[in-house]
């Protein structure tokens, strides 16, 4: 026979909810961060682009060389004075001819794109892209109309559209924003849980039982059910009910009624007269029924006789 152990204390089971309630934090971490470092980003890698465009004076051209083939942006930077003085709002770009290192046009696409950028006191917009097939140098030729102003700014290219740098700003503002949403929604929703399965069950309303005294049986409270037995068993069957006796009860064989007490003998005593009959009640006459008594003023018929004479011949008047 193996010996008995005694079993650990009981563990409560693990509250739901911790998990979401991490999930929920890590997301609302990590839009916070992910966010921040998307916008630092987007504005460092917008700066340092617009930074690093080749430039030419817009109003008399020159020439830029280009090492990387591929598509390239072609921006007008206004001056300060141009963006002063010009009363719509934006600053007209000039007419460009871009040749290439082989003396021959290279087609300037205008695809209307308004790109635009403010930077370091850098008015740019844009004018359109072209593309570089060969390494070497270009010349940007400015085509001015007889009459016409003359620009002050800068034609500015670079392999890189601004939209790129911005792209990276907004994704961190809305993208860093929803995940913090998220994460706060899954917070809430994991707190409620956890609350709820750390109640006990039936809530904390109203009192139970008592508790069983000492050298109760276990399962004390509970209600009795069918009695169980090993295969084949089967409960016996309960006896028949008779009615209890009627009348005295009997006792052993051999026993008998203890006799009612006697009567004292002490000196002296004696048993109370008995008591004399009650008179009977005098017989009352029936009852008549009730009739108002006559008037005494009210003549009556046939008329009363008059009073006899006195003795004294003495009439009263």
């Given at each position: 026979m193996e010996p008995m152990t005694s079993a650990g204390p009981m563990t409560q089971p693990k509250p739901k909810g911790t998990v979401g309630i991490v999930i929920g934090a890590v997301l609302v971490i990590a839009g916070i961060v992910g966010g921040i470092a998307l916008v630092a980003g987007g504005a460092v890698n917008l700066t340092k682009n617009v930074a690093d465009y080749q430039r030419v004076s817009a109003a008399s051209g020159g020439t830029m060389t280009f090492d990387s083939t591929g598509k390239h942006y072609l921006f007008y930077e206004a001056s300060a004075v141009e963006v002063a003085n010009d009363p719509r709002g934006y600053v007209v770009a000039p007419a460009v001819v871009i040749v290439g290192p082989d003396q021959q046009a290279v087609q300037l696409e205008y695809s209307g794109s308004r790109t635009t950028y403010d930077l370091n006191g850098r008015h740019g917009r844009?004018?359109?892209?072209?593309?570089?097939?060969?390494?070497?140098?270009?010349?940007?030729?400015?085509?001015?109309?007889?009459?016409?102003?003359?620009?002050?700014?800068?034609?500015?290219?670079?392999?890189?559209?601004?939209?790129?740098?911005?792209?990276?700003?907004?994704?961190?503002?809305?993208?860093?924003?929803?995940?913090?949403?998220?994460?706060?929604?899954?917070?809430?929703?994991?707190?409620?849980?956890?609350?709820?399965?750390?109640?006990?069950?039936?809530?904390?309303?109203?009192?139970?039982?008592?508790?069983?005294?000492?050298?109760?049986?276990?399962?004390?409270?509970?209600?009795?059910?069918?009695?169980?037995?090993?295969?084949?068993?089967?409960?016996?069957?309960?006896?028949?009910?008779?009615?209890?006796?009627?009348?005295?009860?009997?006792?052993?064989?051999?026993?008998?009624?203890?006799?009612?007490?006697?009567?004292?003998?002490?000196?002296?005593?004696?048993?109370?007269?008995?008591?004399?009959?009650?008179?009977p009640l005098p017989e009352q006459p029936p009852l008549q029924p009730w009739a108002p008594a006559p008037d005494a003023s009210a003549p009556t018929w046939p008329p009363r006789p008059p009073d006899a004479p006195s003795p004294g011949g003495e009439t009263s008047s």
């Amino acid at each position: 026979m193996e010996p008995m152990t005694s079993a650990g204390p009981m563990t409560q089971p693990k509250p739901k909810g911790t998990v979401g309630i991490v999930i929920g934090a890590v997301l609302v971490i990590a839009g916070i961060v992910g966010g921040i470092a998307l916008v630092a980003g987007g504005a460092v890698n917008l700066t340092k682009n617009v930074a690093d465009y080749q430039r030419v004076s817009a109003a008399s051209g020159g020439t830029m060389t280009f090492d990387s083939t591929g598509k390239h942006y072609l921006f007008y930077e206004a001056s300060a004075v141009e963006v002063a003085n010009d009363p719509r709002g934006y600053v007209v770009a000039p007419a460009v001819v871009i040749v290439g290192p082989d003396q021959q046009a290279v087609q300037l696409e205008y695809s209307g794109s308004r790109t635009t950028y403010d930077l370091n006191g850098r008015h740019g917009r844009s004018m359109g892209h072209f593309d570089v097939t060969a390494p070497g140098t270009y010349t940007f030729r400015i085509v001015q109309a007889e009459g016409g102003n003359v620009h002050s700014g800068e034609l500015a290219v670079g392999t890189t559209n601004p939209n790129g740098s911005i792209g990276s700003i907004l994704g961190g503002v809305f993208g860093g924003g929803l995940l913090v949403v998220v994460g706060i929604v899954v917070i809430i929703v994991s707190a409620v849980r956890r609350g709820k399965s750390r109640r006990p069950p039936g809530g904390y309303g109203g009192y139970g039982a008592y508790p069983p005294g000492p050298g109760a049986l276990p399962g004390w409270g509970a209600q009795p059910g069918p009695a169980t037995g090993p295969p084949g068993w089967a409960p016996p069957a309960p006896a028949p009910w008779s009615p209890p006796p009627t009348g005295s009860p009997a006792g052993p064989p051999g026993w008998a009624p203890a006799p009612a007490p006697a009567p004292s003998s002490a000196p002296g005593w004696a048993a109370p007269p008995p008591l004399p009959p009650l008179p009977p009640l005098p017989e009352q006459p029936p009852l008549q029924p009730w009739a108002p008594a006559p008037d005494a003023s009210a003549p009556t018929w046939p008329p009363r006789p008059p009073d006899a004479p006195s003795p004294g011949g003495e009439t009263s008047s």
